[in-house]
């Protein structure tokens, strides 16, 4: 079977053309190889995918016959991603500046209420 389709039939992608679209792009590799999407994918390999910024590693079990349900999912791969790449995520959630650039304009309604919850959380004779 294809690279792509069973990145598709493992429901990893939502749809084939973005498997494909993935592995022309260099994100789904074997052994830090890049694979072409018309790759013959057999049993026992280990595949390692970047989808939003996780490294996935996951384990070709079986070929699946056609798109399979989630629950059915873990009979053809096996998931071996460390719990280390999901913290990750969480801490570049918090990196990532939402706000507006300081000093334009004025504060919102949630920036007054942390400064609010800034000021309550202080002791008043620190000032």
Not at 16 to 45: M, Q, Y
Request: proline share 5%; aromatic share 10%.
């Amino acid at each position: 079977m294809r690279i792509d389709k069973y990145l598709w039939c493992i429901r990893l992608f939502k749809t084939r053309s973005l498997a494909t679209d993935a592995c022309k792009k260099g994100h789904v590799k074997i052994d830090s190889n890049n694979l072409k999407p018309s790759k013959e994918i057999f049993g026992n390999e280990v595949i390692t995918v970047r989808k939003n910024q996780i490294n996935y590693k996951i384990k070709v079990l079986d070929i699946p016959p056609n798109r399979v349900g989630a629950k059915l999912v873990d009979l053809y791969r096996k998931d071996l991603t460390p719990k280390e790449e999901f913290e990750k995520t969480e801490l570049l959630k918090f990196a990532k500046d939402y706000y507006r650039k300081k000093g334009t304009g004025r504060p919102t309604k949630k920036d007054r209420r942390d400064i609010d919850d800034y000021y309550d959380d202080t002791n008043p004779n620190d000032f």
